[in-house]
């Protein structure tokens, strides 16, 4: 298990080093995740050391994420004088999303499907 | 023997208080939302914020001092983002056969996300670091902060934005699938993953199966495609 974390380490410090020396628009972590990748897809499987790795640290992702949203109390002065637009924006553009998203998708699979009629379906 | 301010103040100059704190509140926030029956007004993420930053006003501890223990939570963001290629592969196997219908859906979902957002939030007067702070919200919290750091924005204020616009996605979503029309299963998860990240998921993962996996798909495709795209058009209108 051990030498799984390292490799997820790993990849991450390559990541940030690709990252940092090419001067790319793209958090370090996400390079380091298309490193992982890639190297799955070379590998052609996910070992079942790695698969438990991986499941431990995301299933408590969100348990993750606590430490930045407390830092909410140092910009509670911000969030109230720009509640409108900040509200406003987060509603619509999310329902927006979903919508946009779920039409593409059902219409393209509709035309998917349509276009090969004795698919694997 | 001590009295209970020497105490506090030995407690609160560790990490171990605000490392454990934090697991405690998380914990009580989870036994909370099961026992609601996954309320999503009780999102467990929300909660466990919301207790520890009343307990931290009420103490009168900084944000600073709660960070010394926390970070260690914070630090495994990174990995756990690297971890993300796993059930990526996973699915990737299952969903080949329409790669194309995926991978235009979920660009211009996170095209939708960042540009109605920041054109919303700019039309009603937000200012410059607000507008880049919300630009990825739509994106999985440690990419967003990444992304966010990037454009100029407040990563912290990113983490909030992420984590309120995963709950209005989880609210609302499926009904405002609906009331479109979209029955297709993946095409409802497909909207869940790329709009609400991982809180969406675990929402569409209570609806079906099959929406769950396409949704947790499209978490990571989106997280993939927000983090190469927003950088680049950011500079275009912003640089």
């Known amino acids: 298990m051990l030498n799984y974390l ?4 790993v990849c991450q410090l390559i990541g940030e080093l690709i990252v940092v020396t090419a001067g790319l628009a793209m958090p370090g972590p996400v390079a380091g995740m298309l490193l992982l990748f890639i190297g799955l897809m070379l590998r052609g499987g996910v070992a079942p050391d790695l698969g438990r790795v991986a499941d431990s640290l995301l299933r408590h992702l969100s348990l993750l994420f606590v430490p930045a949203g407390v830092g909410v109390m140092l ?3 911000l969030i109230g004088a720009e509640a409108l637009p900040i509200s406003v924006s987060l509603i619509v553009s999310t329902l927006l999303t979903i919508a946009v998203t779920g039409l593409v998708m059902s219409r393209m699979s509709r035309v998917e499907k349509r276009s090969k009629p004795d698919g694997a379906e | 023997m001590q009295n209970l301010d020497q105490v506090w103040v030995y ?11 934090t697991l405690v509140a998380y914990q009580c926030s989870q036994w909370v939302y099961a026992r609601s029956g996954m309320n999503p007004l009780l999102n467990p993420v929300l909660l466990t914020i919301v207790l ?8 009168d501890t900084s944000y600073s001092a709660y960070f010394e223990g926390a970070q260690f939570v914070h630090f495994l963001l990174g990995p756990a983002t690297v971890a993300l290629a796993v059930p990526l592969y996973r699915q990737f196997d299952k969903v080949r056969r329409s790669a194309l219908a995926i991978s235009v859906s979920i660009v211009l979902g996170s095209l939708t996300a960042s540009v109605s957002a920041v054109a919303i939030a700019a039309l009603l007067g937000a200012s410059e670091s607000t507008l880049a702070s919300l630009a990825p919200k739509s994106v999985t919290t440690p990419v967003a902060m990444g992304i966010s750091e990037q454009l100029g924005g407040l990563p912290s204020l990113t983490a909030i934005m992420v984590i ?6 989880a609210m609302l979503g499926p009904l405002v ?4 029309g979209v029955r297709n299963m993946a095409a409802r998860g497909l909207a869940m993953g790329t709009a609400s990240h991982g809180i969406g998921t675990a929402r569409a993962m209570q609806v079906n199966e099959v929406a769950g996996a396409f949704s947790g798909l499209a978490m990571g495709i989106n997280a ?16």
């Open chain 1, 6 to 9: 390292t490799i997820i380490f």
């Open chain 1, 75 to 77: 910009h509670m002065k």
């Open chain 2, 11 to 21: 407690l609160s100059s560790s990490p171990l208080l605000h490392l454990t704190m």
């Open chain 2, 52 to 59: 520890i930053v009343a307990v931290l006003v009420l103490t």
């Open chain 2, 164 to 169: 309120v616009t995963g709950i209005v996605g």
């Open chain 2, 177 to 180: 699938l609906s009331l479109l």
């Open chain 2, 224 to 239: 993939l495609a927000t983090a190469l795209l927003l950088p680049v058009l950011w500079a275009l209108f912003f640089g």
